[in-house]
């Protein structure tokens, strides 16, 4: 089946510092890619869609200057969380859609 | 606006047990429903798509079916073992009949079997 890729899979970083999600489609080409965010206890909720070539479309109430994102190629989508805190530990899935969604294998930050 | 939520929240059973994980969304005009399976820590692996116009999905021990007028969704999972321990999540569309890839989430039935 198709496989999404993600990487790290797990950051540590310091408050303030600057953070790269990546999340690659390996055997298929993917023009949107989505971002979620999982709270502890609790369910994926969803941040953005990535759009190749475009700016991505980000939901309501997700910060576009916290969490910027690119989609420069047909493969390849970021996620850069720009300055983290502590309130921005979480763990991030990003998925892919080829006839059914697929999911990354998340990335936990934990921000201290 | 779309709600998915999913009952009961945690559930333990001992091995061998068939049990029913249930799902309900607020807009009936979904485009599909789809049951996830999580471990913890891990990301998703997509267990059943059930489209609109399908009233239920088989694959091995599960079965998923549709209600799309009643608004639920229910995952069977018959002769359960250990290693089906993880948290079980539905999700649908999150623009109804359309089918653009953005999901909503229910939060999830997190599942334990007991050898």
């Known amino acids: 089946g198709a496989v999404v890729s993600q990487h790290p899979s797990r950051v540590i970083c310091k408050s303030g510092t600057s953070v790269k999600i990546e999340c690659r489609s390996l055997d298929f080409q993917a023009t949107t890619m989505f971002w979620y965010r999982q709270f502890p206890k609790q369910s994926l909720m969803l941040m953005a869609t990535?759009?190749?070539?475009?700016?991505?479309?980000?939901e309501q109430g997700v910060e576009k200057d916290k969490f910027l994102i690119n989609h420069a190629s047909l493969t390849l989508s970021t996620l850069t969380v720009t300055s983290a805190h502590p309130e921005d530990s979480s763990f991030y899935i990003c998925?892919?859609?080829?006839?059914?969604?697929?999911f990354g294998a998340g990335t936990r930050l934990s921000v201290l | 606006k779309q709600e998915v939520t999913q009952i009961p929240a945690a559930l333990s059973v001992p091995e061998g047990e068939n049990l029913v994980l249930n799902c309900s969304f607020t807009d009936s005009a979904i485009y599909n429903l789809q049951w996830f399976r999580q471990d913890p820590g891990k990301g998703l692996t997509s267990l059943l798509l059930?489209?609109?116009?399908?009233r239920e999905q088989t694959s091995g021990r599960l079965n998923a079916s549709l209600d799309k007028s009643s608004g639920r969704s229910t995952l069977y999972i018959a002769a359960s073992q250990p290693g089906d321990s993880a948290t079980y999540l539905c999700a649908v569309p999150a623009e109804g009949s359309s089918n653009t890839g953005k999901l909503i989430f229910g939060q999830g039935t997190t599942l334990q079997v007991k050898p």
């Open positions: 998925s892919a859609r080829k006839n059914i969604q697929y």
């Open positions: 059930i489209q609109s116009s399908q």
């Open positions: 990535s759009n190749e070539g475009s700016k991505a479309t980000y």
